[in-house]
T-cell receptor, first 114, second 113 residues
Framework: GNSVTQMEGPVTLSEEAFLTINCTYT??????LFWYVQYPGEGLQLLLK?????DKGSNKGFEATYRKETTSFHLEKGSVQVSDSAVYFC?????????????FGTGTRLLVSP | NAGVTQTPKFQVLKTGQSMTLQCAQD?????MYWYRQDPGMGLRLIYY???????DKGEVPNGYNVSRLNKREFSLRLESAAPSQTSVYFC????????????FGPGTRLTVL
């Protein structure tokens, strides 16, 4: 079946540190891949996405590259801010399935201190 | 535009009580979803609705029912609440026919004692 595996958190960093949150997936075919972010007390919102191999999604200084050979979609940011503290979810959607359902990972909490 | 709204924001129930969680959207999206979020388990799909008048079970439908009242509204009902249903519930929508971004409501935090 389809699944997403994320690194367990929390990830604790100081401001301006480099961030990597690992995400690997299992899916038949070539899914679309997403990162969603959940700020405290809010619902999830799309951070970035990639729809085919070697695509790079980027937004707000975050990047992730769709790696078919390693079935990965790791999230990176060169210099985190306190305001980036949130829970980050990796997700996939199989294409051409007739209905659009997302499969989410368990989420990784990021805590950034000043 | 309000986007996706959910009511109530918080609710405490006793075991065996019933309640309905409401979700409404003004985005004119066809697809709507109900998820629950539990620590260490991410988001799990309870029910979804591809369009007005249709609903289908997701990954964890037991103990829940849904109604797609019209295009705007998708409600989730707990007929006899159990402590295992303590969770944060999110409603989401997605446009059909292109685009694959889901838009989430702010959530309802439910505690069943």
């Amino acid at each position: 079946g389809n699944s997403v595996t994320q690194m367990e958190g929390p990830v604790t960093l100081s401001e301006e540190a480099f961030l990597t949150i690992n995400c690997t997936y299992t899916a038949t075919g070539y899914p679309s891949l997403f990162w969603y972010v959940q700020y405290p007390g809010e619902g999830l919102q799309l951070l970035l996405k990639a729809t085919k191999a070697d695509d790079k999604g980027s937004n707000k200084g975050f990047e992730a590259t769709y790696r078919k050979e390693t079935t990965s979609f790791h999230l990176e940011k060169g210099s985190v801010q306190v305001s980036d503290s949130a829970v980050y979810f990796c997700a996939l959607r199989r294409k051409n399935t007739g209905f659009q359902k997302l499969v989410f990972g368990t989420g990784t909490r990021l805590l950034v201190s000043p | 535009n309000a986007g996706v709204t959910q009511t109530p924001k918080f609710q405490v129930l006793k075991t065996g009580q019933s309640m309905t969680l409401q979700c409404a959207q003004d985005m004119n999206h066809n697809s709507m979803y109900w998820y629950r979020q539990d620590p260490g388990m991410g988001l799990r799909l309870i029910y979804y609705s591809a369009s007005e008048g249709t609903t289908d079970k997701g990954e964890v439908p037991n103990g829940y029912n849904v109604s797609r009242l019209n295009k705007r509204e998708f409600s989730l009902r707990l007929e006899s609440a159990a402590p295992s249903q303590t969770s944060v519930y999110f409603c989401a929508t997605m446009p059909s026919g292109g685009g694959d971004t889901q838009y989430f409501g702010p959530g309802t935090r439910l505690t069943v004692l």
